[in-house]
């Protein structure tokens, strides 16, 4: 009997990428998978917005304190009260109320495995040379 291994086809990977369409590295993330032929689901957070069941999800894989953007300019702009993450039903709601402080790029590659952020070489090894 012969058993054939095929390397699986990342142009048929169900991947989401998260983001706001006007931030540059997502549009550099998106011109690279678009010039590399990956198929993917682009998710505006600014227009389409997020759930709590979404953000719940992304938190089962992802720590809290690297999926809220500490860095950014929206958390630091918070009062200081409203800046607590300290618990996951704290990070929801500061999600879902002030999207833009998710970090991003977040890649949902549709088989339980999450990235934050723009890393050429990840993103490379986990769909093209995959």
């Not at 999926?67 to 996951?88: A, C, M, V």
Request: glycine share 4%; charged share 30%.
């Amino acid at each position: 009997m012969t058993v054939l291994y095929a390397k699986p086809n990342f142009a048929f990977m169900m991947i989401t990428i998260y983001g706001i369409k006007n931030c540059d590295v997502m549009q550099k993330a998106m011109k690279w998978l678009d010039t590399n032929k990956v198929k993917y689901t682009f998710h505006d957070y600014k227009e389409t917005g997020i759930d709590q069941a979404l953000v719940e999800k992304w938190l089962q894989h992802l720590p809290t304190d690297k999926l809220i953007n500490l860095r950014s300019t929206t958390y630091k702009e918070l009062p200081e009260k409203e800046k607590d993450i300290s618990t996951k039903a704290k990070a929801i709601a500061l999600a879902m109320n002030h999207n833009s402080i998710v970090k991003r790029p977040l890649w949902d590659f549709g088989d339980g495995q999450y990235f934050l952020g723009w890393d050429e070489a990840e993103i490379r090894k986990r769909t093209i040379n995959r």
